[in-house]
Structures are given as structure tokens and as C-alpha cells.
């Protein structure tokens, strides 16, 4: 049965039990009883109308409120919950509170990347099959389809797994994935539903007419080169919604809503690498008229509302960003007034929920228990031992044996795959500490040990940089460290992240030692560069093992990107690092551990 208008002082009544803030559900002003006992007629009053739409993004796969890698409940000094099996129970309570018909839902983007999950059915037991076997359905697609999403834009993590995976998820999917600034490299067409048009049925009254455009990242080009070179491009979102937001107006949209994979600060990680933002969600919002309001994604941060005012009509445009992981839910809450026949928004506001409150669906977890349980049991297969306990609590400013775990693998796999001619190099390799928490034990060695390590599922290069060129490479990475004057304490709990440069973006070096001064200016740091004990000299050529991430340009390392290649495989770094412990048995950090690197004020030793 469809649900009933509601007027406006029972919605709120209902929406402050569920905890939205600000919405009205329903028709109010044409058949009140105020009006009828005042004597007046209630047709002349304009007609008023109420939806809302929810909005996640950045799921990266997680169901539920679970850590693979930890295999525990997720837990963090915020008190947050990750999963969709949570937020599925807040849409719920909107979609009761507000009305089934008053509420649509939406994505913006990221959600088969992410987890061991995510791994699982993309390699392990992938979606698309094997040896002409049906593949399973993702979690991702039974989960989001029983929610009823209206529609997700593309995330440049969809691209991690190829064309071929990310095509299937869309098959398995009831709703559209968007990406208008997702084109065919040949035809420039969009590959992907640009935007999808839905309707909010108005009982005696024309429908409102809500346009959902999809944005994805431009980074995309340079991030999953090896994907999607010579097959897709990505021009900049502020270019592409300048073409559909009229063209939705056009189509008599009475609302214009976009779902952007993209930060609202206007930066990109990658310089100048492309011409177009990584982050334009607010440019979007600034340059081009008719949008009404912006669904914000990537950046993992919450933002539960933000106005941005257009240029051209200085209207105000409303955006959220829902953080992460299912962290939080963005409601975007809408009034209207019909108009000669036209719909009209008179009002808007958006904040974000905390799923933290409330229980996992329990129709969720029926249906995706025993894909869960399978991953479960796939990260605590054991595969070796190690001799001592590996943490990475230090990695971010000492040179720890768990990294030069990475980096022998790295190294070994690219020495394998040289030519005659680059094995005669001098091959050194660079990785960034991705987690903190890592921590290999002592004794049973399990995949969920080596995956809380390398959290992320990039391949492998080997590219050549001259010496001055890694002495540059080097110094870009130092810039991680917050200046510390000589004589001053050194206070690691402040020491990184300076420039906004987090931990996944800080790569350290192997085969090469050297020095970081961090009581000398950016640009300045890196001293004591040598290899086999003898000064690196800037002509010098050396093979550098590096993941596909970097080797093509993300967060901006310079040289890097347009360096000459030595060695690629589609392999991930992470199964590489699985295989070497397997073969092994045994995980012995005196077969690979060795200080090369250490932080210092003005020559000083710091640690």
C-alpha cells in the first residue's frame, strides 16, 4: 500500500523519533484543516511537497561491521561502524518515518574495492567466473539490491579489477551505475548511463521529476592506466556536467541532483599530471548553474552539509560527504511548491547519521552470512611461519624489517623479469607504510597477517630513474615530515602528514641508504645518498621497483610517471608477498632486513 501524505508537523514529529533533523513528507497547504475552518480555498494555496534523497559512498565493499584483516569487530577510537548492514537499518527508519515514496537512495562511488571480501570475489572465487563456470554475485550488488539503491556513480576503485569485473557488477546491479565523464576512448560516448531520471509520485498533482547525474575521477587515467589506456578517457567533471545539467533541465527535471566521486577542495594529488581536478565537487557547484545539490565522495571525510554558491545565478548549491566505509549516512532533505504546473525548490537542507546506534539489518546478514564466512575462513588459511613479530607501529619514521618485507619481494620479483641488459642495473624499490596497526606474529604466518600489511591490490613495475631523478623522488616523499629545528624534541604523534600528505603517499627506499633531515627546509632533506657504500651519482641509472599506483603518477611523485619501463605485471603486490611466504615456509627478517634509511636533525641521529 502506499503511504499516506503526511502533513507537516506529524512528519516532524515522526522524522526527530528516527533522528532526522530537518524534512517534511507529504502534502501540506492544499486541503488543511486550518484552511477549511478559516473559510478559504484551499485550492489557491500553492501545492507543497516533501522527499528526501539518502546518500553513502565509499562503502570499499564492507557489509559488515567487521575487519578482515583483524578478523574482529571494527573498531576505532571514534566509536565508528563500518558496513551497509547498519546503514541499511537507517534507511529503513527514513523510508518509515518519511514514506516509501518520499526517499530515494544513492551512491557515490568505490564499493568493489576495499576488503578482503572485495578481493575474494574479485580473485579468489570472481564474479566473472572461471573455466567457464557462472560466476557468484557480489556481495556488494545482493546488498545494495535489497536496499534499493536508485542509483551509484563510479568510483576510480571500480576500475582496480579490470573492465571485465567492473562490467559484471553492473550487470548483477538493479540500478545504473553513473559516470558521465566515463567515455568510450574511440567514439568519446559516454560508456556508462551518464545520469538516470527518477519520479516522486504526487497524488493529484504532476510528478517531480529528480535527475541524478554521475561523476566519476579523472584520475582514473593515470591511477588504472594499465586498465582502461586506449579503452576509456575521463574528462573533468566540471566540463561533462556542463553538458547534462542543461540537458537534464531540458528533460523538465525539477531537481537536479548529482553524485560526484570527488573531494570539495579543488585539489588533485597529482599536480599537473592531468587538466583536469581530482576534487571538483565544489568547482561543479560554483561553475555550473541548475544544480541543486551534490552527493560528495573519495576523500573519506565527513562534511554533513556545505553550501557553495553558483557564480552565474548565485543560487546556492547543497553538498555532503557521508565519510566512509558506511561510516556515516547523508540525508538531503527537499521542500517544493508547485508553480503554473512546475515544480519548485523552496527549501533544502542535508546532515549526515550515525549508524553507530543502531543494530545490523537482519535481512542483510541472511542474505550475505556465508559469503562472509567463507572470506573469513579464506584470511585465516595459513601460509608459514614467522621467527619474530613484525609491527609496523614504527614504519612512519623508522626504517622497520615489516617493510623490507615489501621491498624483498618487490625486488625479487622485478630482478626475475629484467632484461639481460637492465639486470646489469643497480635495482632498488620504494613502497609506502600503509597501516600502522600491521603486524605480522611470531609463529603461524596467515593471509590476513600479510594483507593487513598491503591493503591495497596494486601490481607491480620496474621503472628506470637516473640518480638525480631519485634524489628528487626522495625529497618529494620528505616532505611528509613536519620541519623539527635542530634541538628541538622530536614528537612523533606530530611529526607526519605534513602538506596534507598521508601515509599511503610516503614512500621509502630500499637498495640505496640515505638520510632524512628533518630540521632543514622542504626540498632540502635528503642527505648521505649512496649506493654500495659509494655517493649516487646523478647520471647513475637504477631500476626502481614500484607499484602501479605510483609508477603512473599518483600523488604526484616526480619522474616517475613518464619514466622508461623495465618490468610490469598484472600480478598484486599483496598475492606476490603471500606466494614468497608460502614458498618460503618460513618468514625470516635476517633474509631481508636491513637499516638503510634514518631520520636526523642537522646530522644528527633522531631515533
Not at 557553495?308 to 546556492?316: D, I, P
Not at 628528487?472 to 611528509?480: C, H, I, R
Not at 627546509?521 to 642527505?527: N, W
Not at 649506493?531 to 611523485?557: C, E, H, K, L, T
Request: charged letters at 20%; proline letters at 5%.
Amino acid at each position: 500500500m502506499p503511504a499516506q501524505p503526511l502533513n507537516r508537523r506529524t512528519f516532524l514529529q515522526k522524522s526527530a523519533v528516527t533522528g532526522a533533523a530537518v524534512a517534511a513528507a507529504g502534502a501540506v497547504g492544499t486541503g488543511s484543516a486550518e484552511a477549511a475552518e478559516a473559510g478559504h480555498r484551499p485550492e489557491k494555496a500553492p501545492r507543497t511537497w516533501s522527499f528526501s534523497i539518502l546518500g553513502t559512498t565509499d562503502l570499499h565493499s564492507h557489509v559488515f561491521d567487521w575487519d578482515y584483516y583483524k578478523d574482529a569487530p571494527y573498531t576505532d577510537k571514534a566509536g565508528n561502524c563500518a558496513g551497509v548492514a547498519r546503514v541499511a537499518t537507517l534507511i529503513k527508519q527514513q523510508r518509515e518515518a518519511k514514506g516509501e515514496d518520499h526517499v530515494l537512495l544513492v551512491d557515490a562511488g568505490d564499493i568493489i574495492q576495499g576488503t578482503s571480501l572485495a578481493y575474494y570475489f574479485a580473485r579468489v572465487d570472481p564474479i566473472t567466473g572461471t573455466d567457464g563456470k557462472r560466476g557468484p554475485k557480489h556481495p556488494m550488488a545482493v546488498a545494495m539490491n535489497h536496499m534499493r539503491y536508485d542509483a551509484a556513480a563510479l568510483g576510480n576503485h571500480e576500475f582496480n579489477y579490470g573492465i571485465d569485473t567492473l562490467r559484471k557488477f553492473e550487470s548483477q546491479c538493479h540500478f545504473p551505475l553513473l559516470g558521465a565523464n566515463a567515455l568510450d576512448a574511440k567514439t568519446l560516448r559516454p560508456a556508462f548511463h551518464p545520469y538516470t531520471v527518477k519520479r516522486i509520485c504526487v497524488p493529484g498533482a504532476p510528478d517531480i521529476k529528480v535527475g541524478i547525474l554521475g561523476l566519476t575521477n579523472p584520475g582514473i587515467a593515470l591511477w588504472d592506466k594499465d586498465n582502461v589506456s586506449g579503452k576509456m578517457v575521463f574528462p573533468g567533471l566540471v566540463e561533462q556536467a556542463k553538458k547534462y545539467v542543461p540537458r537534464l533541465r531540458a528533460l523538465g527535471c525539477d531537481v537536479v541532483f548529482l553524485t560526484d566521486h570527488s573531494g570539495l577542495d579543488g585539489s588533485s594529488s597529482y599536480g599537473d599530471a592531468l587538466p583536469y581536478v581530482e576534487n571538483a565537487s565544489n568547482l561543479v557547484a560554483e561553475q555550473v548553474p541548475g544544480i541543486d545539490a551534490i552527493l560528495v565522495g573519495h576523500t573519506h571525510v565527513e562534511v554533513p552539509s556545505y553550501t557553495v554558491k553558483n557564480a552565474e545565478t548565485g543560487e546556492e548549491v547543497l553538498l555532503s560527504e557521508p565519510y566512509c566505509w558506511g561510516f556515516r549516512l547523508s540525508v538531503f532533505d527537499f521542500e517544493l511548491e508547485l508553480h503554473h504546473g512546475r515544480w519548485k525548490v523552496t527549501s533544502k537542507t542535508a546532515q549526515t547519521l550515525n549508524p553507530n546506534t543502531v543494530d545490523e539489518d537482519p535481512e542483510v546478514k541472511k542474505l550475505l552470512q556465508a559469503d562472509h564466512e567463507l572470506v573469513v575462513k579464506y584470511v585465516n588459511t595459513a601460509v608459514g611461519t614467522c621467527t619474530a613479530d613484525l609491527s609496523a607501529a614504527d614504519s612512519c619514521w623508522k626504517d622497520v624489517p615489516i617493510m623490507d618485507f615489501i621491498h624483498k619481494v618487490q625486488m625479487d620479483t622485478v630482478k626475475s623479469g629484467l632484461s639481460t641488459a637492465d639486470a646489469a642495473l643497480p635495482l632498488i624499490s620504494v613502497a609506502a607504510p600503509f597501516s600502522r596497526t600491521a603486524d605480522i606474529p611470531q609463529g603461524n604466518v596467515t593471509i590476513k597477517d600479510i594483507a593487513g600489511l598491503y591493503i591495497y591490490d596494486n601490481t607491480l613495475y620496474g621503472k628506470k630513474l637516473t640518480g638525480a631523478q631519485l634524489k628528487a623522488y626522495l625529497e618529494y616523499g620528505a616532505k611528509y615530515y613536519h620541519q623539527v629545528p635542530a634541538g628541538t624534541k622530536v614528537d612523533t604523534a606530530t611529526l607526519t602528514n605534513a602538506n596534507n600528505f598521508w601515509d599511503y603517499m610516503y614512500d621509502t627506499a630500499a637498495g640505496v641508504s640515505y638520510e632524512i633531515d628533518i630540521a632543514q627546509a622542504e626540498g632540502s632533506r635528503i642527505k648521505n645518498l649512496t649506493y654500495n657504500g659509494a655517493p649516487v651519482a646523478d647520471d647513475q641509472v637504477f631500476v626502481v621497483a614500484v607499484n602501479n599506483y605510483r609508477a603512473n603518477g599518483g600523488s604526484g611523485y616526480p619522474h616517475i610517471a613518464s619514466a622508461p619501463i623495465a618490468y610490469s605485471s598484472t600480478n598484486e603486490i599483496r598475492q606476490l608477498m603471500i606466494d614468497y611466504v608460502t614458498a618460503k615456509k618460513s618468514l625470516d627478517p635476517a633474509d631481508f632486513a636491513v637499516t638503510n634509511w634514518k631520520l636526523t636533525q642537522a646530522g644528527t641521529p633522531v631515533f
